[in-house]
């Protein structure tokens, strides 16, 4: 498989071989920051926590998963969707998917139900490279580049089988990891 370069909107696939670390391992990540002067930053797609929206913010009303978006600023909350028209100051990551915008008018929203759970994803933390970091981690093999080929629909997709899907996707030898267990000791 042609690999290609990380840019702006792209997924990060964890290598199999990433074993142990309890953000990366079986990680898939949407770049929402890569360029040569300030590094790279992404969350985490598929590693939702035991939290809801309601159980951070409890004036809002609803029950919102919350996901792991890496290791970094774990204190803090971002989140990443699809539907600028209604939250301004939302920044385009690429392919229809924004980054943030005015949380107060989210909050709103949410409450007033003209916001569901396959338009916004809720993050603790976010995942961060310094400059040529993540491209170190690209020649070791930790991660598979891969273009989002789900768009804005990549919200609505389901965590739990995420990353076994995008392993299939790359086909030959990968096919064999994607039933192995998390744990290979368990095998």
């Given amino acids: 498989m042609k690999s290609i370069l990380p840019q702006k909107g792209h997924l990060l696939i964890a290598e199999p071989s990433i074993l142990g670390d309890v953000s990366f391992t079986r990680s898939v990540i949407l770049l929402t920051e890569h360029n040569a002067t300030e590094g790279s930053i992404g969350f985490i797609l598929n590693k939702p926590l035991n939290y809801t929206i309601n159980d951070l913010i409890i004036d809002i009303d609803a ?19 699809t539907i600028p028209d209604l939250i301004p100051n939302s920044i385009e990551i690429s392919n229809g998917i924004y980054w943030g915008g005015d949380f107060d008018i989210t909050r709103e929203l949410i409450n007033e139900k003209k916001i569901s759970k396959e338009t916004i994803r809720f993050f603790l933390g976010y995942t961060g490279w310094s400059v040529n970091q ?10 598979i580049v891969s273009e989002n080929l789900m768009k804005d629909k990549i919200l609505s997709k389901s ?14 030898e990968y096919v064999l990891f994607s039933n192995a267990p998390e744990n290979p000791a368990l095998n």
């Fill in 63 to 81: 029950s919102f998963e919350i996901y792991n978006g890496g290791p970094v600023e774990q204190d803090n909350l971002y989140f990443i969707h």
């Fill in 159 to 172: 965590s739990a089988q995420f990353w076994k899907d995008k392993i299939i996707e790359q086909g030959g």
């Fill in 134 to 143: 993540l491209e170190d981690e690209l020649e070791e093999n930790s991660w």
